[in-house]
């Protein structure tokens, strides 16, 4: 079965703190994907990958960062939390272009 | 980019109830895929259906793409199908990313 594992279920976080959340797949995916999930506003596309060491913003990259070392794993930095940027973040993954899409199970990020 | 929008954005159905839940976009697309979030937040992917129709049990799903919707039908509803149903096309002009619709929410009761 297809798995996308993201580090933390649950994270609590000061503003001005340096944030990494972390996705790995084991299916040899080439593309990985990072949303957040805000009430009334949907899942929103930050940053995703086509390829390692590829990277390409998305609707709302702005206060974040992206690494992808190795294929497998897809790497969101808050390079300074701040207070909005407390949600939920979801990484998923598909094995190309057009294919289907896989979720992790989320990470629920707040800032204080 | 690409809008897509949902209706009904809330539904309340009793169980053994059916349902048509619909995903229209604003412009072609690649593909289409129906995703369901359980209230743990787990989103799961029902079905691939860029053009046709497909059948998972009680699900079926049909994409017109060329009069840009999509419906999702949920027959003989039961308590466990709760949850928030998206919609997620990938647009056919040169830059390909997965946009979502805005969801339904459904309520099943007993």
């Known amino acids: 079965d297809v798995k996308v594992t993201q580090s933390s279920r649950y994270l609590v976080k000061r503003t001005g703190e340096k944030v990494f959340l972390e996705c790995v797949q084991d299916?040899?995916?080439?593309?990985m994907f990072w949303y957040r999930q805000d009430p009334g506003l949907g899942l929103r596309l930050i940053y995703f990958?086509?390829?390692?060491?590829?990277?390409e913003k998305g609707d709302i990259p702005e206060g974040y960062s992206v690494s992808r070392e190795k294929k497998e794993r897809f790497s969101l930095i808050l390079e300074s939390a701040s207070t909005n940027q407390t949600s939920m973040y979801l990484c998923?993954?598909?094995?190309?272009?057009?294919?289907?899409?896989?979720f992790g199970s989320g990470t629920q990020l707040s800032v204080l | 980019g690409i809008q897509v929008e949902q209706s009904p954005p809330d539904l309340i159905l009793q169980e053994g109830a059916n349902s048509t839940l619909r995903c229209n976009f604003s412009d072609s697309v690649n593909n289409l895929q129906w995703f369901h979030q359980n209230p743990w937040g787990q989103l799961i992917n029902l079905f691939y259906?860029?053009?046709g129709t497909k059948q998972n049990g009680r699900l079926s799903a049909t994409t017109v793409a060329t009069e840009r919707y999509s419906l999702l039908y949920i027959s003989s509803s039961q308590t466990t199908d709760s949850g928030v149903y998206f919609c997620?096309?990938?647009?056919?002009?040169?830059?390909?990313?997965?946009?979502f619709g805005t969801g339904t929410k459904l309520q099943v009761i007993p």
């Open positions: 990958s086509y390829d390692v060491k590829m990277k």
């Open positions: 998923a993954s598909s094995l190309a272009t057009n294919e289907k899409l896989f």
């Open positions: 997620a096309v990938v647009n056919s002009g040169g830059y390909q990313k997965v946009t």
């Open positions: 299916m040899d995916h080439e593309n």
């Open positions: 259906i860029p053009s």
